[in-house]
């Protein structure tokens, strides 16, 4: 069984030694010593081995964590290779942690990687029994319910918890990150002295950041975060909910993932100067692409997501504020502060 977890910030901090200076020598001139440490002495789960995960993994491994724990039950399939940069074409039918452990080590031989396929780790007691023994825990591509659970069990344990996924050329990354304090320069400070201030942010859980509504932003700010992606993709969610996990493949979706998206936006009190309903265009597209991965999309979001633990991890920045989404057709991102 390979359900024994180590790791986490119980114990000593692990001081960084003169090699591992040498190797993190131009991260640690960027964000400093201190902050180094502290990815250093960093667990971080990652469930699900799809394409936002691999872009996310290679960046966060490269940066210095200590210890990485990945999680996924499933196969490797065809459809993986291409944005699964972490799987060959003699890798289909192995499973992903399997094929991507060995690859992940090579990354950054510095950094522990602990890989994980049973599914039971996912009933309760093991899954809170997972989540104590990490510092950090990101989900990606699953339905809005196992986010939802996951995140709840890190409130329960005091985790941060990150989740990104893509649909198509569309992605959104979402963070609950409790209370978090950071370091963030102080923009009213004369550029002639900067200086740093501490702040802090507080954060909703996702099951109360998806009752958020828009009343009261005015016709410029809702425009700027973007509401027709925002409310697709709360709709491929619902759609999942309704179809036992199965997101639309199929342009006779189309008419249900209309309704859905804009029952959603009816309920959300949107701008009508802005958005009055959810583009067809955009629902026809998603009524066929949201089940496929797209590299570059997935390349995006994942890379969002990993400079976003890094920033958390580090305290340096304020973090993404709490929901992120990312439309390839323009090849634009919003952040929408949802329920903070």
């Given amino acids: 069984m390979d359900t024994q977890y180590e790791g986490g910030s119980k114990g000593d901090p692990v001081q960084i030694t003169e090699d591992e200076a040498a190797v993190y020598d131009r991260q640690i001139r960027l964000w400093g010593l201190e902050a180094q440490q502290r990815m250093r002495n960093a667990t971080i789960l990652v469930i699900r081995l799809r394409g936002p995960a691999t872009e996310a993994i290679k960046n966060i491994v490269l940066a210095g964590i200590g210890k990485l724990v990945i999680y996924d039950s499933e196969e490797v399939k065809e459809e993986d290779l291409g944005a699964g940069f972490f799987f060959r074409d003699e890798d289909v039918g192995k499973k992903r942690v399997d094929a991507a452990k060995a690859r992940i080590e090579a990354l950054n031989p510095l950094v ?45 344990f005091g985790k941060p918890f990150y989740a990104g996924g893509t649909f198509g050329l569309l992605g959104y990354v979402f963070c609950d990150l409790l209370k978090h304090d950071y370091i963030s320069p102080d923009r009213s400070a004369p550029k002639e002295a900067p200086k740093n201030v501490k702040a802090t942010a507080s954060y909703s859980r996702l099951s109360m950041a998806l009752q958020h509504r828009w009343t009261g932003l005015t016709k410029r700010q809702t425009k700027e975060l973007n509401p027709a992606v925002v409310h697709i993709i709360l709709a491929l969610w619902e759609y999942q909910h309704k179809h036992e996990g199965k997101l639309p493949d199929d342009v006779d979706a189309a008419s249900e993932l209309g309704q859905i998206a804009n029952s959603i936006l009816a309920t959300s009190d949107v701008n009508r100067q802005v958005l009055t309903s959810v583009p067809l265009d955009l629902i026809d597209a998603m ?26 991890l580090a305290a340096r920045e304020a973090p993404i504020a709490n929901f992120f989404t990312f439309d390839g057709n323009t090849g634009g991102g919003s952040v929408c502060r949802m329920n903070m």
């Fill in 287 to 312: 009524s066929t692409s949201a089940a496929h991965e797209f590299s570059p999309t997935c390349a995006v979001v994942g890379g969002i997501l990993a400079q976003d633990i890094l920033k958390a």
């Fill in 112 to 156: 522990t990687v602990q890989a994980l396929r049973h599914p039971t780790i996912l009933e309760q007691g093991s899954l809170e029994a997972l989540i104590m023994s990490v510092d950090l825990v990101c989900v990606t591509d699953w339905d809005r319910e196992a986010l939802i659970n996951i995140n709840d069990i890190c409130r329960q």
